[in-house]
């Protein structure tokens, strides 16, 4: 066999091998959402799937035909590659908790939380789908889709996803406590009028705001930076890299996020849309995409503005802190955005540890983080 044509059929063995083992164990967390939906699935959403039940069943459906199909082109291409066949095992599994036709088990009623797995299932499904062929067409940077620290990273995006619920309720509590004084429903009836694409607009340039300086803390504040150095511990760009952050991160981040959500009172309809526009975007800039759109960098935050801002090159270090709106970055004077690409990234003189544990741990007892950033660090 050519050299060129074995090459091309080990990748398209591993890719689908890969992508069989993914989608069989997102299948059997699908499972258990159709099974256990009062105690596993988003509150808000339960009505909605519900409504669209032979909708999701076809999803699940379609998705355990494609871990079988995968599964086999990988065992066929790659017989000694194990992954193919741990798509098709698990694939079984999800068959034998019911498959597509599973019903919801009787647990004594709805209860007023819930583990949230279906947005994680939902996310990485759909955004796996759109990313990994994108990124296999329009790479910025040819490397492996099972780059260095992926696990790490999807372990990182699980318990950011399948919490969210969680984690933005904890969010929400020092809005509600420190803010409450602010709220006027007279004012937030007017703003819950406005037309829902006004609305969406507003929230883009108010929490972009907000977060911006929440940002901007987390780098320059020692003891903040131990935790948001995870993010930028990727030394490669991709679109999984962006789940890489500490739980202390994200509840900050989000608290502070919170604040003008809360305090105006947005209609239901345009923070929806909002969240589902930043679920998107947030993984968008971490892409390994080569697209500059040169039009729109300076409108909006582009893949090759944000991989500025996780450049270790030293031209780059501590520029480009708003999430969507350059506009921020220009007004404060930390804008960086030339006409290429950074040459890594990173984190110069130090690495965090390589185990996601030890990433949750370390920011509370490690002084290595901080000399990273800072030499003089406390």
Known sequence: MPPLIARLLVAIGKRAALSSALLG????????????????????????????????????????????????L?????????????????????????????????????????AGLDYFVLELLVLGMIFMPVEALFWLRRQKVLRQGWQIDLKHFFVSHAGVQLLSFAA???????????????????????????????????????????????????????????HHSSTEMDW???????????????AVAFIPVFVLGFAPAALYAYLVFVSFHAVFIHANVRWR?????????????HHWHHASDAEGIDKNFAQFLPLWDLLFGTVH????????????????????????????????????????GI
């Open 74 to 114: 990988s065992v066929i291409v790659m017989p000694t590659h194990r992954r193919g066949l741990l798509g098709i095992v698990l694939g079984i599994v999800a068959m034998a908790m019911g498959g597509p036709q599973a019903e919801a088990l009787d647990v004594g009623g709805m209860r007023s939380w819930s």
């Open 337 to 376: 955005l030339p006409h290429g690409w950074p040459r890594c990234y990173g984190i110069d003189h130090f690495q965090v540890p390589q185990s996601y544990l030890e990433q949750l741990v370390s920011p509370f007892r490690s002084r290595k983080i901080l000399l990273a950033r800072d030499p003089d």
């Open 293 to 305: 759109f040169p039009g729109l960098r300076w409108v909006i935050s582009t893949p090759q503005y």
């Open 25 to 72: 164990a997102l299948c059997i967390v699908a499972e258990l959402c159709f099974l256990l939906p009062d105690l596993l699935v988003t509150r808000d959403a339960l009505p909605l799937y519900k409504a669209h039940i032979g909708l999701c069943r076809a999803i699940l459906q379609v998705s355990l035909f494609a871990t079988f199909a995968l599964g086999a």
């Open 172 to 230: 929400l509590i020092p809005a509600q406590v420190l803010f409450s004084w602010a709220v006027q429903s007279d004012f937030q009836r007017v703003v819950a009028a406005q037309p829902l694409w006004l609305q969406f607009v507003e929230m883009i340039a108010l929490v972009d705001l907000a977060t911006y300086w929440v940002h901007r803390a987390f780098h320059q504040i020692p003891w903040l930076w131990r935790f948001h150095a995870i």
């Open 240 to 254: 999984l890299a962006g789940s890489r952050i500490h739980p202390v991160d994200a509840l900050l981040t989000r």
